[in-house]
């Protein structure tokens, strides 16, 4: 099958703007007789939850944590970007839509990318409104800093708490909603099932975290914006409750899933310390506007780094790629951090980490300048490392931290299955290959606040009421296959814990699924897969039972959807013969290392279809069409 984005016709920038008037109303009287089912409570959906709640439908609001202001969103540092202009150094809409795009490696759709550029400044507007305190200059006016991939300072911040002061934004628009009465809030209640009646998203199956109790909802749409899989390394920055188990269990209910093997690295992160750890710390890109990046020239040069003399460092990134200098997107900087410790330059123990020193930037603006902006995580630095970055620099690696793959969307934010929209992370929209450092909570409250109150309002006036209620087989079924899922977790009594399995496999996609990938590490990783999954049915324990908090619980089934979802991540990569963005295939590179793409056979979105366990899944394609931005090799020299 070939897919339809439906991306609307004229101009790409007036696409938007036509099409939102074009697209179908609902009367405000009779907005409140639809019920929407919003799954998550981080940027994405908080914002769309207390948005369409304010335009008037009934909204549920379903999360696993206790409140939604724990979403994973909180965590995020560095910033947002928008095409303000503010510093008055050539940004333009247009701009950041060609350098999303380049950045993406030309695997985005590319009228989705330009309409985020168009709302980014919207955004900014928006949070403002709210009271989010972005930095401000002496002058009060709002504040600029670089992020990877640009040339430009585009990306707004409230020093390394970005993400939380978002959130904090999105969540008084929430709960004002709620106290509205529009708004339900489902605590601690996690969707296990999509219930699909006819070929349409209709409801949700929940678990209760704290009772057990299970529950059907029936709504005219589901919204799902439950974030990304990066978990699914084991280690990575995520907060530790990011799963796969919405999406995963979307797509086995027939919503195709996009692009999965398309995820970030991240370069600077707080290097692996052991077995022993359960999740990596990021530093955010941020600090690569004044932090220098650097391995001993010498391999296997042990001494200090203060001892190390000027002429016997290597600045690799301002060296290999002068006109973007530290401030390379992520893939690329990962791979080049990557290659200094294969050759045996890196740092720190077992010698996978190379420096990000502040020594020129403090010297050039003075220590009050580094506290003010980035005090916070040189404070997290130094608690985890028990090293002070104001002394000596801070060692960085590359982890996992985000996922470009997700449900496939067309431009209205729906998946294949009429009535299942998808946002945030959660989707596989408009990052293409690599992300851009600052684009995620962009693209987030663009989808929240800004696309979906009006696309999901065409859909319900098209599709009209539900009319289906939760006594409907479907639903009934639905309710029995989650409830035997537990029972057989819960069953099975064996001797290992999920995180063992899913350590064992993190371990092995990391290996080789991660950075770069090869067919051989691919195939091998194609059989390891399904030994574990085996192995993981028959020999796990999970102490404890069904109605009560349980934990170990939790973790078993998501571990369980990762260990499915895990070889479909291997199938696309295996698939796509090309390197692109932060998928390296090392069959496919340039002479001096770069990715080098096939944009004659691999230029589309891969979205495969499940059919059924032990049956292959089908690929479909959604083939990408670049008018605007000349697809080239990414050169950041
Ligand atoms: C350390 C770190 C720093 C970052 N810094 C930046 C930055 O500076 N700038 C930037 O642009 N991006 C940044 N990112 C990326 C960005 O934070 C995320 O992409 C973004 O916050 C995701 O938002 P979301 O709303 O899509 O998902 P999330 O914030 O992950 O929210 C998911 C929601 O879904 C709920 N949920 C999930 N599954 C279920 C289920 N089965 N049932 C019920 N509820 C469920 C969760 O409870 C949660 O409420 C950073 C990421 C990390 C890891």
Redesign the pocket.
Known sequence: MVLDGKVPEGPIEQKWDRHRSRLKLINPANKRKYRILV???????ASAAASLAELGYAVDC????DS?RR???I??????NAAKNYPNDGDSIWRLFHDTVKGGDYRAREANVYRLAQVSNAIIDQCVAQGVPFAREYGGTLENRSFGGAQVSRTFYARGQ??QQLLLGAYSALLRQVAAGRVRLHRR???LDLVVVEGRARGIVTRDLITGKFERHAGDAVVL????YGNVFYLS??AKG??V??IWRAYRRGAFFANPCFTQIHPTCIPVTGDHQSKLT?M?ESLRNDGRVWVPKRKGDTRPPNRIPEEERDYFLERRYPAFGNLVPRDVASRAAKAVCDEGRGVGPGGLGVYLDFADALERLGRPVIEERYGNLFDMYKKITAEDPYGTPMRIYPAS??TMGGLWVDYNLMSNLPGLFVI???NFSDHGANRL??????Q?LADGYFVLPYTIGDYLATAGKSGIDTDHAEFVAAEEQVRGRIARLLGIRGERSPDSFHKQLGRLLWNECGMSRNEAGLRRALEEIPRIRDEFWRNLRVPGTADTLNQTLEKASRVADFLEFAELMVRDALHREESCGGHFREEHQTEDGEAKRDDERFAYVAAWEFRGDGAAPELHKEPLRFDHVKPEQRSYK
């Open positions: 799954v998550g409570s981080g940027l994405a959906g379903f999360f696993f944590q939604p979403a994973h969103s965590a995020a540092q560095g910033g947002i970005t993400g209640c996690e969707m914006g439950t974030g990304g920055t995520n990011c799963n188990t919405a990021l955010s931290h985000y945030g992370e959660a450092g600052a684009s995620a909570l962009m987030g």
